[in-house]
Protein backbone atom coordinates (compact mmCIF):
# COMPACT_ATOMS: atom_id res chain seq x y z
CA UNK A 1 0.00 0.00 0.00
CA UNK A 2 3.04 2.46 0.46
CA UNK A 3 4.51 1.75 -2.40
CA UNK A 4 0.73 2.26 -4.49
CA UNK A 5 0.48 5.88 -2.78
CA UNK A 6 4.11 6.78 -3.15
CA UNK A 7 3.45 5.97 -6.98
CA UNK A 8 0.06 7.81 -6.93
CA UNK A 9 1.67 10.91 -5.30
CA UNK A 10 4.37 10.80 -7.60
CA UNK A 11 2.47 10.98 -10.53
CA UNK A 12 -0.63 12.33 -9.50
CA UNK A 13 -1.20 14.75 -12.46
CA UNK A 14 -0.96 12.11 -14.69
CA UNK A 15 -3.26 9.96 -12.94
CA UNK A 16 -5.91 12.51 -12.80
CA UNK A 17 -5.45 13.76 -16.67
CA UNK A 18 -6.01 10.41 -17.64
CA UNK A 19 -8.91 9.58 -15.34
CA UNK A 20 -10.57 12.72 -16.12
CA UNK A 21 -9.87 12.13 -19.95
CA UNK A 22 -11.86 8.32 -18.87
CA UNK A 23 -14.30 9.85 -16.22
CA UNK A 24 -15.28 12.34 -19.48
CA UNK A 25 -15.88 9.49 -22.15
CA UNK A 26 -17.93 7.49 -19.64
CA UNK A 27 -19.85 10.92 -18.77
CA UNK A 28 -20.58 11.32 -22.47
CA UNK A 29 -21.26 7.49 -22.97
CA UNK A 30 -24.50 7.93 -20.10
CA UNK A 31 -26.00 11.08 -21.59
CA UNK A 32 -26.20 9.30 -24.85
CA UNK A 33 -27.47 6.34 -23.11
CA UNK A 34 -29.95 8.57 -21.41
CA UNK A 35 -30.80 10.00 -24.57
CA UNK A 36 -31.45 7.16 -26.24
CA UNK A 37 -33.34 5.46 -23.53
CA UNK A 38 -36.00 8.69 -23.29
CA UNK A 39 -36.28 8.00 -27.24
CA UNK A 40 -36.87 4.43 -26.77
CA UNK A 41 -39.56 4.98 -24.27
CA UNK A 42 -40.82 7.67 -25.98
CA UNK A 43 -40.71 5.35 -29.08
CA UNK A 44 -42.85 2.73 -26.94
CA UNK A 45 -45.78 5.12 -26.18
CA UNK A 46 -45.97 5.91 -29.50
CA UNK A 47 -46.16 2.42 -31.08
CA UNK A 48 -48.68 1.45 -27.94
CA UNK A 49 -50.87 4.43 -29.78
CA UNK A 50 -50.49 2.65 -32.60
CA UNK A 51 -51.67 -1.07 -31.40
CA UNK A 52 -48.33 -2.66 -32.47
CA UNK A 53 -49.53 -6.38 -31.41
CA UNK A 54 -45.41 -7.36 -31.07
CA UNK A 55 -44.52 -4.48 -28.36
CA UNK A 56 -44.12 -7.46 -25.92
CA UNK A 57 -41.97 -9.47 -27.99
CA UNK A 58 -40.10 -6.24 -28.99
CA UNK A 59 -39.31 -4.67 -25.32
CA UNK A 60 -36.99 -7.24 -23.94
CA UNK A 61 -34.75 -7.47 -26.99
CA UNK A 62 -34.26 -3.81 -27.44
CA UNK A 63 -33.54 -3.16 -23.68
CA UNK A 64 -31.19 -6.06 -23.76
CA UNK A 65 -29.15 -4.58 -26.91
CA UNK A 66 -29.13 -1.20 -25.29
CA UNK A 67 -27.93 -2.38 -22.35
CA UNK A 68 -25.16 -4.64 -23.98
CA UNK A 69 -23.75 -2.09 -25.67
CA UNK A 70 -24.00 0.72 -23.42
CA UNK A 71 -21.70 -1.73 -21.04
CA UNK A 72 -19.73 -2.53 -23.88
CA UNK A 73 -18.56 1.10 -23.97
CA UNK A 74 -17.96 1.32 -20.66
CA UNK A 75 -15.78 -1.55 -19.45
CA UNK A 76 -14.18 -0.45 -22.99
CA UNK A 77 -13.04 2.88 -21.19
CA UNK A 78 -12.66 1.17 -17.44
CA UNK A 79 -10.01 -1.11 -19.46
CA UNK A 80 -8.17 1.13 -21.51
CA UNK A 81 -7.63 3.75 -18.72
CA UNK A 82 -6.86 0.63 -16.76
CA UNK A 83 -4.08 -0.12 -18.90
CA UNK A 84 -2.91 3.41 -19.59
CA UNK A 85 -2.15 3.34 -15.62
CA UNK A 86 -0.54 0.15 -15.59
CA UNK A 87 1.35 1.86 -18.19
CA UNK A 88 2.28 5.19 -15.68
CA UNK A 89 3.25 3.23 -12.99
CA UNK A 90 5.41 0.83 -15.08
CA UNK A 91 7.22 3.79 -16.43
CA UNK A 92 7.76 5.03 -12.70
CA UNK A 93 9.80 1.59 -11.66
CA UNK A 94 12.05 2.02 -14.87
CA UNK A 95 12.99 5.62 -14.08
CA UNK A 96 11.24 6.79 -17.20
CA UNK A 97 7.83 9.48 -17.07
CA UNK A 98 5.20 8.03 -19.40
CA UNK A 99 3.19 10.85 -19.92
CA UNK A 100 -0.56 11.32 -20.61
CA UNK A 101 -0.90 10.93 -24.30
CA UNK A 102 1.78 8.37 -24.05
CA UNK A 103 -0.31 6.19 -21.70
CA UNK A 104 -3.18 6.42 -23.78
CA UNK A 105 -1.65 5.50 -27.31
CA UNK A 106 -0.08 2.47 -25.23
CA UNK A 107 -3.83 1.55 -23.71
CA UNK A 108 -5.37 1.51 -27.12
CA UNK A 109 -2.61 -0.67 -28.77
CA UNK A 110 -3.66 -3.46 -26.51
CA UNK A 111 -6.93 -2.89 -26.20
CA UNK A 112 -7.73 -4.61 -29.52
CA UNK A 113 -6.76 -7.67 -27.77
CA UNK A 114 -9.63 -7.44 -25.52
CA UNK A 115 -12.08 -6.63 -27.66
CA UNK A 116 -13.34 -10.18 -27.99
CA UNK A 117 -13.30 -10.81 -24.10
CA UNK A 118 -15.45 -7.05 -23.72
CA UNK A 119 -17.97 -8.18 -26.65
CA UNK A 120 -18.68 -11.75 -25.05
CA UNK A 121 -18.94 -9.88 -21.43
CA UNK A 122 -21.49 -7.52 -23.39
CA UNK A 123 -23.48 -10.15 -25.22
CA UNK A 124 -23.76 -11.71 -21.32
CA UNK A 125 -24.63 -8.96 -20.13
CA UNK A 126 -27.49 -8.56 -22.89
CA UNK A 127 -28.72 -12.15 -22.24
CA UNK A 128 -29.27 -11.45 -18.67
CA UNK A 129 -30.89 -8.62 -19.24
CA UNK A 130 -33.47 -10.18 -21.73
CA UNK A 131 -34.18 -12.90 -19.56
CA UNK A 132 -35.11 -10.82 -16.43
CA UNK A 133 -37.19 -8.65 -18.72
CA UNK A 134 -38.97 -11.17 -20.18
CA UNK A 135 -39.45 -12.94 -16.53
CA UNK A 136 -41.10 -9.67 -15.27
CA UNK A 137 -43.47 -9.38 -18.14
CA UNK A 138 -44.43 -12.71 -17.43
CA UNK A 139 -45.00 -12.49 -13.79
CA UNK A 140 -46.75 -9.03 -14.66
CA UNK A 141 -48.94 -10.54 -17.06
CA UNK A 142 -50.19 -13.71 -14.95
CA UNK A 143 -50.73 -11.29 -12.11
CA UNK A 144 -53.26 -9.49 -14.23
CA UNK A 145 -54.76 -12.00 -15.14
CA UNK A 146 -54.94 -13.70 -12.04
CA UNK A 147 -57.46 -12.61 -9.45
CA UNK A 148 -57.34 -13.26 -6.04
CA UNK A 149 -59.41 -16.70 -5.14
CA UNK A 150 -57.77 -18.87 -8.43
CA UNK A 151 -54.07 -18.52 -8.70
CA UNK A 152 -53.23 -15.97 -5.17
CA UNK A 153 -51.50 -19.09 -3.32
CA UNK A 154 -49.43 -20.27 -6.98
CA UNK A 155 -48.72 -17.07 -8.03
CA UNK A 156 -46.73 -15.92 -4.44
CA UNK A 157 -45.20 -19.92 -4.33
CA UNK A 158 -43.67 -18.77 -8.07
CA UNK A 159 -42.40 -15.64 -6.27
CA UNK A 160 -40.56 -17.34 -3.36
CA UNK A 161 -38.96 -19.77 -5.42
CA UNK A 162 -37.72 -17.38 -8.16
CA UNK A 163 -36.68 -15.34 -5.31
CA UNK A 164 -35.19 -18.16 -3.72
CA UNK A 165 -33.65 -19.34 -6.88
CA UNK A 166 -31.64 -15.46 -7.69
CA UNK A 167 -30.53 -14.97 -4.38
CA UNK A 168 -28.77 -18.12 -4.80
CA UNK A 169 -27.40 -17.26 -7.89
CA UNK A 170 -26.01 -14.08 -6.73
CA UNK A 171 -24.25 -15.82 -4.25
CA UNK A 172 -22.65 -18.11 -6.56
CA UNK A 173 -22.22 -14.93 -9.03
CA UNK A 174 -20.59 -13.48 -6.13
CA UNK A 175 -18.15 -16.04 -5.48
CA UNK A 176 -16.68 -16.89 -9.00
CA UNK A 177 -16.42 -13.04 -9.20
CA UNK A 178 -14.33 -12.64 -6.21
CA UNK A 179 -12.28 -15.61 -7.24
CA UNK A 180 -11.61 -14.47 -10.54
CA UNK A 181 -11.13 -11.17 -9.61
CA UNK A 182 -8.20 -11.95 -7.26
CA UNK A 183 -6.43 -14.99 -9.95
CA UNK A 184 -6.58 -12.27 -12.88
CA UNK A 185 -6.03 -9.12 -10.70
CA UNK A 186 -2.33 -9.29 -12.72
CA UNK A 187 -3.92 -9.34 -16.23
CA UNK A 188 -3.40 -5.49 -17.08
CA UNK A 189 0.36 -5.62 -15.49
CA UNK A 190 1.06 -8.81 -17.58
CA UNK A 191 -0.44 -7.21 -20.71
CA UNK A 192 1.54 -3.95 -20.29
CA UNK A 193 4.94 -5.53 -19.11
CA UNK A 194 5.58 -8.68 -21.28
CA UNK A 195 3.23 -7.36 -24.37
CA UNK A 196 0.93 -10.12 -24.24
CA UNK A 197 -2.36 -10.98 -25.18
CA UNK A 198 -5.39 -11.23 -22.66
CA UNK A 199 -5.97 -14.45 -23.14
CA UNK A 200 -2.15 -15.13 -22.25
CA UNK A 201 -2.33 -12.66 -19.56
CA UNK A 202 -4.92 -14.53 -17.99
CA UNK A 203 -3.53 -17.83 -17.99
CA UNK A 204 -0.06 -16.20 -16.79
CA UNK A 205 -2.04 -13.84 -13.78
CA UNK A 206 -3.47 -16.98 -12.68
CA UNK A 207 -0.22 -18.57 -12.40
CA UNK A 208 2.05 -15.72 -10.72
CA UNK A 209 -0.95 -14.81 -7.83
CA UNK A 210 -0.57 -18.14 -6.73
CA UNK A 211 0.92 -17.33 -2.94
CA UNK A 212 -0.43 -13.94 -2.87
CA UNK A 213 -4.27 -14.65 -3.27
CA UNK A 214 -4.63 -13.65 0.49
CA UNK A 215 -3.63 -10.11 0.62
CA UNK A 216 -4.57 -9.73 -3.43
CA UNK A 217 -8.10 -9.74 -1.57
CA UNK A 218 -7.21 -7.80 1.24
CA UNK A 219 -6.23 -5.09 -1.41
CA UNK A 220 -9.52 -4.81 -3.36
CA UNK A 221 -11.54 -5.38 0.20
CA UNK A 222 -10.21 -2.16 1.80
CA UNK A 223 -9.96 -0.39 -1.71
CA UNK A 224 -14.11 -1.74 -2.07
CA UNK A 225 -14.62 -0.43 1.36
CA UNK A 226 -12.66 2.41 1.33
CA UNK A 227 -14.55 4.06 -2.02
CA UNK A 228 -17.89 2.97 -0.45
CA UNK A 229 -17.31 5.27 2.40
CA UNK A 230 -16.17 7.86 0.14
CA UNK A 231 -19.36 7.27 -2.14
CA UNK A 232 -21.46 7.67 0.86
CA UNK A 233 -20.04 10.63 2.03
CA UNK A 234 -20.51 12.36 -0.95
CA UNK A 235 -24.17 11.87 -1.09
CA UNK A 236 -24.83 12.63 2.59
CA UNK A 237 -25.31 16.53 2.75
CA UNK A 238 -28.32 15.52 -0.36
CA UNK A 239 -29.61 13.32 1.89
CA UNK A 240 -29.35 15.42 5.06
CA UNK A 241 -31.64 18.36 3.19
CA UNK A 242 -33.78 15.84 1.54
CA UNK A 243 -34.67 15.08 5.47
CA UNK A 244 -34.63 18.29 6.06
CA UNK A 245 -37.06 18.83 3.37
CA UNK A 246 -39.61 15.90 4.10
CA UNK A 247 -39.82 16.64 8.10
CA UNK A 248 -40.44 20.53 7.05
CA UNK A 249 -42.02 21.39 3.13
CA UNK A 250 -42.70 24.60 1.82
CA UNK A 251 -46.19 25.50 1.39
CA UNK A 252 -47.92 27.47 -0.24
CA UNK A 253 -48.30 28.73 -4.32
CA UNK A 254 -44.22 28.36 -4.64
CA UNK A 255 -43.58 25.51 -2.82
CA UNK A 256 -42.38 23.43 -5.80
CA UNK A 257 -40.28 26.35 -7.23
CA UNK A 258 -38.33 26.32 -3.37
CA UNK A 259 -38.25 22.31 -3.53
CA UNK A 260 -36.71 22.49 -6.71
CA UNK A 261 -34.31 25.31 -5.73
CA UNK A 262 -33.18 23.26 -2.88
CA UNK A 263 -32.52 19.94 -3.75
CA UNK A 264 -31.36 20.22 -7.67
CA UNK A 265 -28.05 22.23 -6.28
CA UNK A 266 -27.55 19.55 -3.66
CA UNK A 267 -28.09 16.82 -6.33
CA UNK A 268 -25.91 18.44 -8.38
CA UNK A 269 -23.17 18.67 -5.35
CA UNK A 270 -23.21 15.67 -4.24
CA UNK A 271 -22.79 14.50 -8.43
CA UNK A 272 -19.93 16.58 -8.49
CA UNK A 273 -18.28 15.25 -5.61
CA UNK A 274 -19.20 11.75 -6.44
CA UNK A 275 -17.19 12.00 -9.72
CA UNK A 276 -14.35 13.26 -8.30
CA UNK A 277 -14.40 10.38 -5.81
CA UNK A 278 -14.28 8.00 -9.00
CA UNK A 279 -11.88 10.20 -10.96
CA UNK A 280 -9.20 9.82 -7.89
CA UNK A 281 -10.55 6.69 -6.96
CA UNK A 282 -10.03 5.45 -10.36
CA UNK A 283 -5.92 4.62 -10.49
CA UNK A 284 -5.35 3.08 -7.00
CA UNK A 285 -6.11 -0.43 -8.26
CA UNK A 286 -4.10 -0.40 -11.87
CA UNK A 287 -1.47 0.75 -9.29
CA UNK A 288 -1.80 -1.76 -6.73
CA UNK A 289 -1.77 -4.25 -9.42
CA UNK A 290 1.27 -3.37 -11.08
CA UNK A 291 3.28 -2.76 -7.83
CA UNK A 292 1.96 -6.49 -6.42
CA UNK A 293 3.13 -7.80 -9.99
CA UNK A 294 6.56 -6.39 -9.70
CA UNK A 295 7.16 -8.06 -6.28
CA UNK A 296 5.76 -11.10 -7.92
CA UNK A 297 8.55 -11.11 -10.10
CA UNK A 298 11.45 -9.89 -7.97
Same mark, same amino acid.
Given at each position: ?74 ? %??? *?? +? ?5 ? @? #?? $? ?5 ? !? ?96 ? %??? *?? +? ?5 ? @? #?? $? ?5 ? !? ?80
Amino acid at each position: MKATFRVYKARFGALMGLGSTAGGVMIAVVIAYTFAMVWWIASIVQRVNLGVSNLLTAIPAEAALAGAVFFFALI %LVG *WW +ASLGFCA @I #TE $GEYQGRR !VLVGDAMKMGFTRLSSLLPAALGLAVAYGAVTYGLIVWMIHIVTDAMQCTYYDCADEMMMKLVTVLVAVCVGLLVFAVVACILNVKWFLAFPVMTSEN %LTV *WQ +ALSRSWI @I #TK $GSAGIIF !VIILLYEIAVGIANQMTVLPFSLSEMSWAQNPPYGPDSIWQAWTQMVPMALGSSALSLLVTIASMPILPIASQVVYRDRMR
